[in-house]
């Protein structure tokens, strides 16, 4: 036998322990690398003030991302999360008068609606996840627009709060989503429900033939992937101080798909990883604010994040092949 034909396995074993590690960790490497590159040639970037304004900005986009990943790990993905913010921002302009909490929750029953559309197609119908999330995407901001045609400034003392605030020199928003994703890594992790459904993602037939509600919980996780949608609509209204409906929201799902996609939960199914979920987040807001402070047009965020979803699809499939 030669050197080439005994080099080769090993070469192979080397390979699927690199795409192992980058599948793992390469979502932390990647902030990690992004925050040294921005200490050493972003001025001002180790500001408190910085630092606020990227939790900040980050928050709706962690938001969205944590419903995403519920989907992503039912072996589906939910389109219309941008649109539900869209028409959470419609629905909260409409209801302030009400008062801060009331609009809080016509905005997320919205969302919820949504949500429970995308699942019954899915569930009952039998509609692939990814046309049924896009129709409701093409319904929502229609509906969103119909509802607020154009911009709308806000001006609720309790709303500029939410999205000024801060408790101990963190602001809420960012808050609110650390304390989320603490809530659905509960979840999936510790619960009947999670167990569900991850078991529904790893493989449908087998879930039903096991007996599990497999409608029900399909169901109640598109509900709840547009409930956190809208929040992330009116977390964004609350930093913005307006209701934007014909641009709030837009390409939210590309940027949702990609923080969950490189924190290492699989387009398969089967397994969700919100702390990757949280990094992937992260990672996607500091690319962003890095190419925005060196100047570089906002079309290069989203030829990058296509890059990052390419990289981190491949790197998983090469790793399922093993």
Do not use: C
Not at 6 to 22: H, I, K, S, W
Not at 121 to 146: E, K, S
Not at 235 to 258: C, H, K, Q, V, Y
């Amino acid at each position: 036998m030669t050197d080439a034909a005994l080099g080769r396995p090993a070469a192979l074993q080397d390979r699927d322990r690199l795409l192992r590690f980058l599948q793992n960790y390469g979502v932390y490497l990647g902030v990690a690398v992004l925050l040294l590159v921005n200490i050493a040639f972003t001025p001002h970037f180790l500001s408190a003030e910085n630092f606020r304004t990227q939790a900040v900005q980050v928050a709706p986009v962690l938001v969205v991302a944590l419903g995403m990943a519920l989907a992503i790990g039912t072996e589906g993905v939910d389109l219309s999360v941008g649109s539900v913010m869209a028409l959470s921002t419609s629905l909260l302009s409409l209801y302030l008068g009400y008062g801060m909490w009331i609009a809080l929750a016509v905005a997320v029953l919205g969302g919820m609606a949504v949500g429970a559309a995308n699942g019954s197609l899915v569930a009952f119908v039998g509609v692939q996840p990814i046309v049924a999330t896009l129709a409701l995407m093409v319904a929502a901001r229609g509906l969103a627009l119909v509802l607020l045609p154009q911009l709308k400034d806000v001006h609720d003392p309790a709303m500029a709060s939410l999205g000024s605030g801060d408790l101990l020199g963190i602001p809420y928003l960012a808050l609110i989503a650390a304390a989320l994703a603490l809530l659905v890594g509960f979840v999936v992790r510790r619960t009947t429900f999670g167990r569900r459904l991850l078991a529904i993602g790893d493989s449908r037939p087998a879930a039903l033939l096991a007996g599990l509600p497999v409608r029900r919980v399909l169901i109640l996780v598109y509900v709840v992937s547009g409930a956190l949608a809208a929040l992330a609509g009116v977390l964004a209204t609350a930093r913005l101080t307006a209701s934007d409906p014909t641009s709030l929201g837009t390409l939210m799902e590309l940027s949702a798909i990609t923080a969950v996609v490189v924190g290492g939960t699989p387009l398969s199914g089967g397994r969700v990883r919100i702390g990757g979920t949280v990094a992937g987040a992260v990672l996607i807001q500091l690319l962003t604010a890095t190419l925005i402070k060196h100047d570089l047009p906002p079309s290069w965020t989203q030829i990058a994040q296509a890059v990052v979803i390419v990289l981190a699809v491949y790197a998983a499939r090469e790793r399922g092949r093993r």
